[in-house]
């Protein structure tokens, strides 16, 4: 296998969830041996990951308002009981 071309391909696809058995097969087998594509792998997964809290974090920009705004009640409650 083609280290620089055919394996990273190989990554996005098994990423895109779009790996026949036998290419994962063949990736693994590569990365195995090839410490450049499993560090390149592991970046990979580590944006993606990134990527996907993130998304996480901002896509409820509502209930975050929410939160923020409840804020000084609860610390008074709080504050109260103590
Ligand atoms: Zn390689």
Known sequence: ?????ESVELMHKY????LYKKEE?????????CEACQHH???LKRTITL??????FTAPMD???KVMDRLPTEK???TYMR
């Open 25 to 33: 097969e063949q990736l693994r087998a590569h990365l195995e041996t």
């Open 63 to 65: 209930f975050t308002q």
């Open 1 to 5: 296998m083609e280290c620089n071309k």
């Open 51 to 56: 990527i996907k809290s993130a998304e996480h």
């Open 41 to 43: 792998f592991h970046e």
């Open 76 to 78: 008074k409650r709080v």
């Open 15 to 18: 990423l895109d969830g779009d």
